[in-house]
Antibody, heavy 121, light 110 residues
Framework: EVQLVESGGTLVQPGGSLRLSCAAS????????MSWVRQAPGKGLEWVSD????????SYADSVKGRFTISRDNSKNTVFLQMNSLSAEDTAVYYC??????????????WGQGTLVTVSS | QSALTQPASVSGSPGQSITISCTGT?????????VSWYQHHPGKAPKLMIY???NRPSGVSNRFSGSKSGNTASLTVSGLQTEDEADYYC??????????FGGGTRLTVL
């Protein structure tokens, strides 16, 4: 059974930093790309970033480019999202998502329960 | 990349059928057969319902079906049941290789 368990969400001040983690199990982790998708309060889903199975390829939404960094540790089946220069607009539930393929994100086949990030003073 | 366009809400009675549309451009929905649909009950993890326009993952009811014509994809739910009440999102691969979601549709089962 595929399981994705996010952690690290909390209340952080504007301008602050936060690192989210996602522990994966139940599949051959290094063979699949991983993504982060977020949902702001009362809003829809927004793709944030993804990383290829090897970790050698990454991509970001324009709204987070230059501030967020995605990475993965295939020896620990874990994907990370380092978030810097946070603003209120980054307040959201962040979902860790398994991608269907190794590199190209054509669809998301498994989702975690999400972790809440609140940016407020 | 602009979000795909979905109706904010649709509704139907138990046993009826409804269709949710998802409109994009030739750079996303119209250009690739990589449209997917997700069911999201608030507070829970979203669930993949349809991938590659019309394919159902194992375990998803055959009451859910997908199709595409031009720049518009559609999700049809037949034989509506109360547990189908949820938010539904479409998503598409795009020419920039970044996926894009629709704004979401709230399905109400009356």
């Amino acid at each position: 059974e595929v399981q994705l368990v996010e952690s690290g969400g909390t209340l952080v001040q504007p301008g602050g930093s936060l690192r989210l983690s996602c522990a994966a199990s139940g599949f051959n982790f290094r063979s699949y790309a991983m993504s982060w998708v977020r949902q702001a309060p009362g809003k829809g889903l927004e793709w944030v970033s993804d990383i290829s199975g090897s970790g050698g390829g990454t991509s970001y939404a324009d709204s987070v480019k230059g501030r967020f960094t995605i990475s993965r540790d295939n020896s620990k089946n874990t994907v990370f999202l380092q978030m810097n220069s946070l603003s209120a607009e980054d307040t959201a539930v962040y979902y860790c998502v398994k991608v269907s393929g190794f590199t190209v994100t054509t669809y998301f086949d498994y989702w975690g329960q999400g972790t809440l990030v609140t940016v407020s003073s | 990349q602009s979000a795909l366009t979905q109706p904010a809400s649709v509704s139907g009675s138990p046993g009826q059928s409804i269709t949710i549309s998802c409109t994009g451009t030739s750079n996303d929905v119209g250009g690739y057969n990589y449209v997917s649909w997700y069911q999201h009950h608030p507070g829970k993890a979203p669930k993949l319902m349809i991938y590659d326009v019309s394919n159902r993952p194992s375990g998803v009811s055959n009451r859910f079906s997908g199709s595409k014509s031009g720049n518009t994809a559609s999700l049809t739910v037949s034989g509506l049941q109360t547990e189908d009440e949820a938010d539904y999102y479409c998503s598409s691969y795009t020419s920039s290789s970044a996926p894009v979601f629709g704004g979401g549709t709230r399905l109400t089962v009356l």
